[in-house]
């Protein structure tokens, strides 16, 4: 009996070591196995390519809603905020890039990262083209100026023309100087009503055509005022002729500003070349949404 027993003992302990030996062969070919990884890591890898690739897809359209509104903010201090909220939200998407980067397994997956990569490098360069010009704000500044002091100069001289313009004396001399004062102030009205065409055009030429017409508008003025000079004597007319002087002054200035075009340009190239590169990253990116998707059911099966 004690010598049965002793042998059905060694029997099993015979077996139970079969039986290990074998599970550790199995084990070991399996993890052996190329490239090989168990559901739950695959499973995870794949969840998190998943919620990158969502991240950037988030960040970048945050990134580019905030760069638009760069573009339209209508104060320095907005437009530099937002430009700071679009380049944080384009700093997301190039994190989140690295991140996937590392998870990538070769092949069309590798292919798609590159191809995004190389568009995101792109949006990044017509983004900050975009941002510099949006934060400097010229054509506001511009538009600011020409209904701040320009108006404000109309105003000096339409009140120091008045005297002239309701002048009494003769008929002939007096009806000459209402003539030459309303002359002044017409031109010189024509020269404002032009600031606003000229801060929204996009052409140089455009701007070259306005400009024309603002210097004839001035020579007439001028001549008005050389005669009314003559006329009313010098010292009559100094309060006229420093206020046409203010608004000729601010005048250049405007003409500056409105030259430089970095609203409407930032504008262009935001509504033009920026959504193109945009949507080339959407495309990319979607495309590995939808590679990721189909590996997982392969997965999965």
């Known amino acids: 009996m004690e010598a049965m027993s002793l042998t059905k003992r060694n029997w099993l302990l015979g077996a139970l070591a079969v039986f290990l030996l074998l599970a550790g062969l199995l084990g070991i070919a399996f993890w052996s196995q190329p490239g090989s990884l168990n559901f739950e890591s695959v ?3 794949t969840v998190l390519k998943e919620r990158l690739v969502g991240q950037m897809r988030t960040s970048l359209f945050a990134s580019a809603e905030a760069e638009k509104s760069a573009v339209l903010a209508e104060t320095d201090n907005a437009s530099l905020e937002y430009a700071g909220q679009a380049r944080a939200q384009a700093d997301r998407v190039a994190a989140a890039l690295v991140e996937f980067k ?25 983004d900050e083209e975009v941002l510099a010009l949006a ?29 002239f313009l309701g002048a009494k004396g003769k008929p002939g001399k007096a009806g000459d100087t ?49 005669a009314l000079a003559a006329q009313a004597g010098q010292a009559a007319l100094a309060p006229a002729l420093a206020a046409y002087e ?12 409105s030259r430089l075009n970095t609203n409407v340009r930032s504008l262009a190239l935001s509504l033009g070349r920026k959504v193109k590169v945009l949507a080339v990253c959407d495309e990319s990116l979607q495309a590995l949404e939808n590679l990721i998707h189909a590996n997982m059911a392969k997965a999965t099966r």
């Open 43 to 45: 499973f995870g890898r």
């Open 102 to 126: 590392k998870l990538a397994r070769g092949g069309e997956e590798t292919g798609l990262v590159q191809q995004f990569e190389e568009a995101f490098a792109e949006y990044r360069k017509v």
């Open 135 to 163: 934060v400097l704000n010229t054509n506001l500044k511009s538009k600011a100026l020409s209904h701040g002091q320009a108006l404000a100069a109309v105003t000096h001289l339409e009140e120091a023309l008045a005297p």
């Open 178 to 226: 209402a003539a030459l004062a309303l002359r002044v102030l017409v031109e010189t009205l024509r020269i404002q009503a032009l600031h606003g065409p000229h801060i929204e055009e996009v052409s140089d030429s455009g701007m070259d055509e306005l400009e024309k017409r603002m210097n004839q508008a001035d020579k007439q003025a001028r001549s008005a005022l050389a």
């Open 246 to 257: 203010e608004h000729h002054t601010v005048t250049l200035e405007v003409l500056r500003l």
